[in-house]
């Protein structure tokens, strides 16, 4: 058996490797190994302060960084029994659903390597860039900023938009829209896609699916207790699984896939047993976000309160669930006597995913599993170079 | 093939990430259509590295003390590079970085971070939580024109390692040269500076510690390029 040993896949914040074990040009067993250096954020913020710990959480990552501050706000609000106003949770849901856009459209990006052939593939690029800055322009607005939102905070949001703001944000909506409609056509051409594309079609995989809710995620529709986090290296024994810098997670006892698929062929009537599937919900998500976004700028109304006027920390436990753009994201925080932080677990969504990749990339050809794993996104997927060796036995 | 090589006048920049968020890649890939025409950009997003050498080395994330392959990464990407930048204030400055203490599963070992310049020298630092992608082209600009003048500051901070609002509060409200212009606020990425009787006030528990304000002030910006390093 042959291995072929992609020694930088990015992930979260950081680095991976791929190792692929492969028989007559087919891959029998992939391992994927998160090597990132374990920044410990839910260490960090103990003994912090709830606002504290709500920016923080944002910088664990810079692609999905809305999606963390909601989901530790949530928790918090979830700790200490209180709620944002009306216009608080829809202005929240809306900088939620610009970063999953944000973040689908640089995924879009990665993939487009093993999407497109080469010669379409820089156009497709540029626009991508070019209408990822025109959406990170509305988090800008509406969030403070393109990265890290800093309005996002625990009981709403820190400061209202104006109605000039929102206003000329509606307006420049069907712009926007126009934008995404070009890109939308380019990402779903089969004419200009590769064998690669040809192959994921092809290759059926399903699985179990977790989501719990189509734009925001639904604490009632998760039991937190079910989830069971596992290290890496306990999870898959082996010399290379102990380079893993990452724990994998299991719903119920099984392994689930999460993220726009899941979210997909739960909440619509949506069909795709291929892998490729995946990348036609990711349209999709994209397509209802932007929807869902529109209706949300309708429906602000700025003369009434975004943000809970009375917030008391004190103790309590928490549980906060979010559909981030790669799935379903939980927070999990405990408040002690000042409020201050004692315990925080966080469960990104590649947890989830990672068992499921590593079962998708078998059977597939060498470069469609590398493919495989970028089309579930495991936060930034980059490849920079294939090592290929020869090991006995396998 | 030669010739194409010759004809080639740009700018070879690597961007390399260590322990960072990726927000700052976002910024640097943001700001790509606009630096095409001067920097031929190798970034992990779009590709393989392309060359040997590089003219400019763009470094994000701080590095993990306790991770020994990193550290000699940071090094062999130092001394393929002609320019080594440190961008963004995990990088320059530690930042958020600061916070980190471990003893989290699965590796409770890895507790030290540090902004790169504690490990290789750095030519210039870029603070911000990002940047703004106008600051990395702007920068290119600087650089492309031999503009030692703008580069100034940015060469003076590559040298230091901490910087935060308290510094601010310290150099420029305590000695009494704040001329409340608000520069600091805006600059904030976390509303942690508010201008109380037009003098900054400093929300302590949001600082991150990324030291934008202090290199927006242009007061301690000033400062800083007096004293050197």
Known sequence: MRTAVINKVCRIAGDAKLFLYEEDGEVKRASFIATAPVRGFEKMIVGKNPLFAVEAVMRICGLCHASHGIAASEAIENAIGTVPPRNGLLLREALGLINRIQSHLLQFLMFAGDLIVEQKRKPLILKLIDLHADVSGYLLKLGGAATHPPNLTVGGILKAPKESTIDRLRNNFSSLAGKWKEVEA??????????????????????????????????????????????????????????????VAFYMGKTVETGPRARMSVYRRFKCESLYGIHSARVEDVKLALLRLKEILDWLKPSEPFRTKRIMFGPGRGVGVYEAPRGTLVHFVELGEEGRVVSSK????????????????????????????????PCIPCTTHVVEGERDGG | MEDERIKDERLKVLHVNFAGCEGCNVSILRAYPKIFDTVDLDISYLGERRHERYDVAVITGGICMNDPESIEELKDVREKADVAVAFGSCASFGGILRFCRGGQEPRPDQRNFQPVNSVINVDYSIPGCPPTPQMIVSFFKFLKDGNERRLRLFKVVAGVKKLSGFDLIDDVVLTGLCIGCGACELSCPTGAIRLIDKRPNLIQEKCIRCGTCYVRCPRASSIICMRGV
């Open chain 1, 186 to 247: 380019l990402l779903t051409d089969e004419d200009i896609q590769t064998d690669v594309a040809e192959e994921l079609r092809i290759h059926k995989a399903t699985y179990s699916f977790l989501a719990t809710g189509l734009f925001y995620g639904d604490v009632y529709n998760l039991l937190p207790d079910g989830i069971e986090l596992v290290p890496y290296y306990d999870f898959r024994k082996g010399e290379e699984a102990r380079l893993s810098t990452t724990r």
């Open chain 1, 346 to 377: 966080i469960v990104v969504p590649t947890m989830f995913n990672i068992p499921i990749m590593e079962e998708a990339a078998v059977g597939l050809s060498v470069r469609a599993a590398e493919a495989a794993m970028r089309l579930y996104d």
